[in-house]
């Protein structure tokens, strides 16, 4: 079991940034990746980007390439989620995502979900 907690959202206007956090906790030794996935109100959810938990290989969705980072700190268990010059149509619900084994952008793929945390960028 994996146990993930998600942070950091919140109202912000356009433009703004903002830094989310993914913190694991339980049976880390067994993630591959780590993904986050957003869900606007009444949408799907999307696939935002992927780090790769050994090697720190990054994959980004085309809609937040350059403007979205994530990155991993290994020892605190933690991954973030670093969004710049948000737009309001990145309005969503956040969560983190683990699995085992190799990339993938499909959530169905992912085991382990953190609760989402609501970003919501005013115009």
């Known amino acids: 079991q994996v146990q993930l907690q998600a942070s950091g959202g919140g109202l912000v206007q356009a433009g703004d940034s903002l830094r989310l956090s993914c913190a694991a906790s339980?049976?880390?030794?067994?993630?591959?990746?780590v993904g986050w996935f957003r869900q606007a109100p009444g949408k799907a959810r999307d696939y935002v980007g992927v780090?790769?938990?050994?090697?720190?290989?990054?994959y980004y969705d085309d809609s937040v390439k350059g403007r979205f980072t994530i990155s991993r700190d290994n020892s605190e268990n933690t991954v973030y989620l670093q969004m710049n010059s948000l737009k309001p149509e990145d309005t969503a619900v956040y969560s983190c995502?683990?699995?085992?084994?190799?990339?993938?952008?499909?959530?169905?793929?992912?085991?382990?979900w953190g609760q989402g945390t609501l970003v919501t960028v005013s115009s």
């Open positions: 995502a683990v699995k085992g084994g190799p990339f993938s952008r499909n959530a169905a793929d992912y085991k382990y």
């Open positions: 339980g049976r880390t030794f067994g993630v591959g990746a």
């Open positions: 780090i790769m938990w050994n090697g720190g290989y990054v």
